[in-house]
């Protein structure tokens, strides 16, 4: 391996992408059918948002490196941080079927799988990882938000606090931490673990909405709404609008009823306040 190709890995372990991108371009300059640059290219010009390009890189190193396993991991990296799931699922299957044993494609298999709602795939490939490495940071991170998805919240703090034993400094775990502890109405708690994961990394932006999420759950008519919230968010989309389509027409029944029954709309007209209240609130909260 190569002086260039050294320091870009490293630079990339410690988010410097900027500067991994100059290294891999002189790499390139070198050797421009290397596929491992060009894959790790593509990673840092998608931290950079530049999807175009770093879409083009991918397909290239797979191009110049078909069998290439690691080509495909990152493809499917860039095509989820474009929320184009089902492609970015089809290109880790690939990573998988050329070298089953990277615990970091599980990772990547449950994260996608969790940005589809699809909990207990997420869960399933998260653990599929931590049988290769019962230590993998990425995948007990997963499993824990899928568990907490599943409404297993006691598994889900376990299984975080053992990620916090083996590595204290990562941001994630703090993070989901915070989120944890949110989802049992301790914001306080959960405070000072996405404090601690900005001091960690402070370009996290899950533990940035999780700071401003404890804030406002200080606030009891917020903790209730946030509850609801977390509960909408175990749903699949279709169960979501179940939800809401179910309301709406449970609000326009109870209305019908109270204009055709005087005698019960004294009853019915509070539910309906509230409910009216609780539905512009959700609107507002956020």
């Known amino acids: 391996m190569s002086a260039h190709l050294d320091r870009a890995r490293i630079l990339l372990e410690q988010s410097r ?3 991994a991108e100059k290294e891999l ?4 300059a070198e050797d421009p059918d290397h596929p491992l640059p060009h894959a790790l290219l593509a990673l840092c010009l998608a931290r950079a948002k530049n999807f175009k390009d770093a879409m083009s890189e991918a397909k290239l190193a797979i191009h110049l490196g078909p069998d290439l396993a690691f080509s495909h991991y990152v493809l499917a990296s860039v095509l989820d941080d474009q ?19 990277d615990p970091d494609y599980f990772a990547m298999l449950s994260q996608i799988k969790l940005n589809q709602r699809q909990w207990p795939e997420a869960l399933e490939a998260a653990e599929r990882g931590l049988q290769l490495d019962s230590e993998h940071v990425s995948c007990t991170n997963l499993r824990a938000i899928a568990l907490v998805k599943l409404n297993r919240k006691e598994e889900a ?30 914001p306080e708690k959960a405070m ?7 001091r960690l990394d402070p370009e996290l932006d899950w533990a940035r909405e999780g700071i401003v999420e404890a804030l406002k759950a200080r606030h009891f008519i917020y903790r209730i709404m946030l509850g609801y919230f977390f509960w909408m968010s175990r ?9 809401v389509i179910g309301g709406y027409f449970g609000y326009r029944i109870l209305l019908s009823f109270a204009e055709n029954n005087p005698a019960a709309a004294p009853f019915i007209w509070p539910v309906l306040i509230l409910y009216i209240v609780f539905a512009v609130l959700t609107w507002i909260a956020r």
């Open 17 to 19: 992408f900027e500067l």
């Open 25 to 28: 371009r002189l790499e390139l």
């Open 83 to 101: 929320e184009r799931y089902t492609e970015a699922e089809t290109a880790v299957q690939e990573a998988l079927r050329l070298d089953p044993e």
């Open 157 to 186: 703090g376990a299984t975080i606090a053992t990620a916090l034993r083996r590595d204290p400094e990562n941001a994630v775990s703090h993070a989901n931490q915070g989120w944890t502890l949110l989802q049992r109405h301790e």
């Open 192 to 198: 000072e673990h996405f404090r601690e994961a900005l």
């Open 235 to 243: 749903l699949s989309s279709r169960a979501q609008w179940g939800v």
